[in-house]
């Protein structure tokens, strides 16, 4: 029998190999931006025509190339950017592996036309089927411009596998951003069909996020910044008001190339935590920065994964450097400084740092850099504040004492059972009057470091969202039942409305059962609803609800949590007594959360001491 193996000619082999580096439009967008940015450009125009189906065109006014290297240039394996093995784990450009040119040539028509600063005129190539079939020199300003035009004319079969203009546009615009984001110092502008779609004028990288996702983030982002001698991590985060409720604007980069991380997501997920909904997702644009040698980058070409050498301390520094960003936002000092205690206990944080491991593995050099620097200000907050736990002692009433210092008040020093109180009274007997309301809207306590005022509304806001959230998952509140059962009569349209509700708000308490004709009767309401105050609290809640109904961000039961605890909420103007006072405080550092309410606003400011002392000039 004949043999049967043979050698692929090269323009097949040519054309299978690009299929893996140019899927479609968009994948040629981001290596010809990525091109230019490794060029040095500083402006780049991205111009496309049909999706990008009839037209590519990058133009960038980088360091451009020589007559031969504009050959070369589109050879397979070709690059300027590494020439031996061990370039490979210091890569410091966007390209490397010298096969975006060689695909593009091999699946379009492409005209090239390119000069260096130090030539007198440039050089103009016409490429097709990866040969170049016209060459001659051409006037041009410093910099490349590359045009490819009909993507896959000479592959049918896979620009058939093309979606719609609207679908192709779409994955041009996402990597358009995702280059144009990570480059604020450069202009970027992205042309349609003759349409200017973006400007993206030079700036920092808070006005090209504003400039990306709009402006109504310009006073809604949280900067992050934490620095180690290994990583670094910088960007910014949204307020917490900003989630939304589809995942989108959400972007990690690592050594400024875009990436997905189901992992890291997580862990800025994490760092949210409480204060947002648990169906919405929260804006993010995080740089980390970290030696080349510690990630692999050299997985696939079109693949945004990426391998990190040390995964669960990136993860605990990236969630760290986010809580450190939320809590000086929400204006509290230690908002939950800690690393999960999972991270604790990962042999690379709870082991000491020994000999051994310090001559072996690269990743203890990050170990040590992590935990020890970066570390400083988890030790920092354990020695001057502790966790909110810690506070208020797990919610024990004898700790609670301490807090508003009626009754055996601690001398300073003197430990509570295990810990030492965060929060005791005052230092010493100085201060007779420990908790006082002003305005009958804020409450004044003195901490260990300085006082606290906590505006009341909000607080209870807070108590009542974390109190109803645990009991719509969990056990009901208890209802207690009328006496007189009410019937309530409905717009037909609030009538659907609270039926959808009616699980929920069982659940919450409230027993309402349809009667039919859009009538409900009241047959139980919560134990602490004022009894008599059924009919009106439902209509409320409805009213309320129809108010949050527009923000799509929300789920249902989302909604009805917030609009119970902002309804139910104690108001502002409100005069509490000595008891009251006392349970809402205890009540609100037992809560997860207790810096901000649900919707984002502050519960509390602290004033500490130390910065009062420099305002006096004491
Ligand atoms: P890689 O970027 O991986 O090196 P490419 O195929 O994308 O491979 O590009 C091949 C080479 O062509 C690059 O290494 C670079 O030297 C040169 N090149 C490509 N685009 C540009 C550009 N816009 N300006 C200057 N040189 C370029
Ligand atoms: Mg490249």
């Keep these: 029998m004949a043999d049967i193996i043979q050698l692929l000619p090269d323009n097949i082999a040519n054309q299978i190999a690009a299929g893996e580096v140019i899927q479609r439009p968009a994948s040629a967008v981001k290596e010809l931006l990525e091109n230019a940015v490794d060029a040095g450009a500083t402006n780049v125009q991205l111009i496309i025509n049909d999706a990008g189906k009839a037209l590519i065109q990058v133009v960038d006014n980088g360091k451009g190339m020589s007559e031969t290297d504009a050959r070369m240039a589109f050879e397979r394996h070709a690059t300027s950017k590494i020439s031996n093995i ?102 970027f502008s992205l042309t349609s069909n003759g349409q200017q779609v973006f400007c993206l004028e030079k700036g920092t990288l808070k006005q090209r996020i504003t400039q990306i996702l709009g402006s109504n983030y310009a006073a809604k982002l949280v900067a992050v910044q934490e620095e180690t001698d290994y990583m670094n991590i910088y960007g910014f985060v949204g307020k917490p008001e900003t989630a939304k409720k589809t995942r989108g604007d959400q972007y990690f980069f690592v050594n400024n190339r875009f990436i997905k991380s189901a992992y890291l997501n997580h862990a800025v997920m994490g760092a949210f935590n409480e204060m947002i909904a648990k169906d919405s997702f929260p804006m993010y644009a995080l740089f980390i920065d ?37 809590a000086q936002f929400s204006i509290t000092p230690t908002l939950d400084f800690e690393l999960d205690a999972g991270i604790q206990q990962l042999d690379a944080v709870s082991k ?66 295990q810990q030492q109180p965060l929060y005791h009274a005052t ?10 309301q002003l305005h009958n809207s804020y409450l004044l306590a003195t901490t260990a470091n300085g006082y606290l005022l906590i505006q009341q509304q909000n607080a209870h806001e807070r108590i009542l969202y974390e109190r109803f959230s645990a009991a719509i998952e969990g056990k009901p509140i208890t ?35 349809p009667f039919g004709n859009n009538t409900f009767v009241v047959q139980g309401s919560p134990a602490d609803l004022a009894t008599g ?86």
């Design 86 to 187: 061990e370039d490979l784990f210091r890569i410091k450009t966007m390209g490397f592996r010298g096969e975006a040119l060689a695909s593009i040539a091999a699946v379009a028509q492409v005209i090239l036309k390119t000069k260096r600063e130090e030539d007198e005129t440039g050089i103009q190539l016409e490429i097709e089927n990866s040969a170049v079939i016209r060459q001659e020199p051409v006037a041009c300003p410093t910099g490349t411009s590359i045009a490819m035009k009909n993507l896959f004319f000479n592959v049918p079969a896979r620009r058939n596998f093309l979606k719609s203009n609207p679908a192709e546009l779409r994955h041009i615009v996402d990597e358009f951003i995702r280059v144009s984001m990570a480059f604020p110092e450069v202009f």
């Design 427 to 436: 230092q010493g007997n100085r201060v007779p009057e420990l908790l006082m």
């Design 533 to 618: 105050n059924e009919k009106y609290a439902v209509e409320k809640i409805l009213e309320q609800y129809k108010h949050f109904s527009t923000d799509l961000k929300f789920s249902k039961r989302e909604k009805l949590l917030r609009t119970l605890a902002i309804q139910q909420a104690i108001k502002a103007g409100t005069s509490l007594g000595e008891k009251e006072m006392q349970q809402l405080l205890e009540d609100l550092f037992a809560c997860k959360v207790p810096a901000v309410t649900a919707n984002g606003k502050p519960v509390f400011i602290e004033y500490k001491k130390e910065e009062l002392d420099k305002i006096f000039g004491r």
């Design 290 to 326: 970290l030696d080349p040698s510690q990630v692999d980058i050299n997985v696939h070409p079109t693949k945004q994964e990426i391998k990190f050498e040390d995964e669960k301390i990136i993860y605990a520094f990236v969630q760290s450097a986010v809580k450190h960003a939320m």
């Design 352 to 417: 000491p740092f020994t000999e051994e491991n310090k001559s072996g593995a690269v990743s203890s050099s990050l170990y040590k850099t992590f935990t020890q620097k970066n570390q400083a200000h988890f030790v920092e907050s354990k020695s001057g504040l502790k966790h909110w736990k810690d506070l208020m002692g797990s919610g024990e009433a004898a700790n609670t004492n301490n807090l508003v210092g009626k009754t055996s008040m601690p001398t300073a020093g003197e430990t509570i059972g």
């Design 479 to 513: 209802a207690q039942r009328s006496l007189f059962p009410v019937t309530i009569q409905m717009a037909a349209a609030d009538a659907v409305l609270l039926q959808e509700l009616l699980p929920d708000l069982n659940q919450l308490g409230f027993q309402l059962e």
